[in-house]
């Protein structure tokens, strides 16, 4: 996400990235079961719901901005309004879509291990 | 091949709801969302059911796609007009293999599932019954698809175009944001690539940028040579298949393959070469 980041400290994020890959399909042993809450194996994860006058809306769209207000990622609300995405530590921002050119910014930062929650009303 | 040939709009869907020679076919990431709601008449292809072979890594082949056809009332002459949700990413990943097994006459609504929903058009839950085809598909086109080797081989000498996040290309993430993390052994980038995210080439809406506007994000901002072949990847072939159709349906780049085998499969071969951070 920072432009500037550099090679090595990258490698570092993403050898986070790849034990949680391992703990997922790994066939040696992997860490599991009740020890192992989610997001605590390297995921960062921003969710959330979102509410037109208390009840969720009929159809609507979640986007992730990074933190140069690029395109990330994009899902469609579920029934009851709500989002996940995986991320990486940093800021970002949680964009709404909703009929009638509904938008929404959230700003929002993420860590590994820990579960930002957001709720949206729009 | 020109924007009018490959793409549609809202208007001309709704205009040939009842015409019974151009199917709609809905293609999601998310495959509960056509039983949500979908345009009149659109049948569903599930990406992973119908379209991936359900014991190898590969895709469906020549008999499957015909059996698949047949079956959905899908015929050779009928023109099929593909849609779905985020941009279109699995329908233009769909349309990739109408592509490869010699459709002649597919097209891709503009915007998607979303421009469709945001702006309030009819959706109904109702699934229609088509009758039974025979339909005949062609061997595979292999020059729309590049394999492992092709793609080691090209390091250095052709455009190799990354379309994953940043945060995937520099190694920060596996997969994208939206989903769990897993999948290939080791992140980073194939040596030599460029990222150019696909999401680049859409508009906010969900339709595609305009033909210069396109121009100028692979030629001149990320510095694609247009006068060598092209290689597009991401994590499992689907987000490239968008990439994918900007190059070569939209812009009429002549050799433009899309690797499905992607950062998955590269991600886990033994003795590739791999880069982290930004590209150099």
Redesign the interface.
């Known amino acids: 996400?920072n432009?500037a980041?550099?090679?090595g400290q990258?490698?570092q994020?993403?050898a986070g990235?790849?034990q949680?890959?391992g703990a997922?399909?790994g066939c040696g042993a992997p860490a599991g079961g009740i020890a192992v809450s989610a997001g605590a194996s390297?995921?960062a994860i921003i969710e959330g719901h979102v509410t037109r006058g208390g009840t969720p809306p009929a159809?609507g769209?979640a986007r992730?901005l990074?933190d140069d207000g690029?395109?990330?990622?994009?899902?469609?609300l579920g029934?009851d309004g709500g989002f996940?995405?995986?991320?990486?530590p940093g800021s970002w921002t949680v964009r709404v879509?909703?009929?009638?050119?509904v938008t929404a910014d959230t700003a929002v930062t993420a860590d590994y291990g820990q579960r930002t929650a957001l709720e949206v009303s729009i | 091949m020109s924007r009018s040939d490959v793409l549609v709009d809202a208007d001309w869907v709704e205009n040939h709801l009842d015409d019974p020679d151009v199917v709609l076919v809905e293609v999601d990431e998310d495959t509960t969302a056509y039983d949500k709601g979908h345009i009149r008449g659109a049948i569903k292809l599930d990406w992973k059911k119908d379209l991936q072979d359900p014991v190898r890594r590969d895709f469906v082949d020549r008999h499957g796609f015909e059996q698949l056809m047949s079956e959905r009332g899908i015929g050779n002459d009928d023109t099929v007009v593909l849609y779905g949700g985020n941009n279109n990413w699995f329908a233009a990943y769909a349309y990739w293999y109408f592509r490869l097994y010699g459709h002649r006459n597919v097209k891709l609504l503009d915007g998607g599932r979303k421009k469709w929903e945001l702006e309030s058009r009819e959706m109904v839950t109702a699934v229609p019954e088509r009758p039974r085809t025979s339909y005949r598909a062609t061997e595979q086109d292999s020059s729309l698809r590049a394999l492992r080797d092709e793609v080691v081989n090209s390091i250095g000498k052709r455009n190799l175009v990354d379309v994953r996040s940043p945060d995937e290309f520099t190694g920060k993430l596996l997969a994208p944001a939206h989903l769990p993390q897993e999948q290939a052994q080791r992140a980073g980038h194939i040596p030599t690539a460029k990222n150019v995210p696909w999401s680049k080439a859409a508009n906010d809406d969900g339709t595609f940028k305009s033909d210069d506007d396109l121009r100028t994000l692979y030629r001149d901002q990320a510095g694609l040579d247009f006068s060598k072949d092209t290689i597009a990847y991401c994590r499992i072939g689907e987000r490239s298949a968008h990439t994918w159709f900007v190059l070569h349906e939209l812009l009429g780049q002549p050799n433009v393959k899309n690797y499905d085998g992607s950062w998955t499969e590269y991600g886990s071969l033994v003795g590739v070469p791999i880069e982290l951070g930004e590209a150099r």
């Open positions: 996400m432009a980041q550099a090679p990258a490698g994020e993403a990235a790849q949680a890959a997922q399909q390297g995921e159809a769209y992730l990074n690029e395109f990330v990622a994009e899902v469609p029934d996940r995405f995986f991320a990486a879509l909703a009929p009638g050119g």
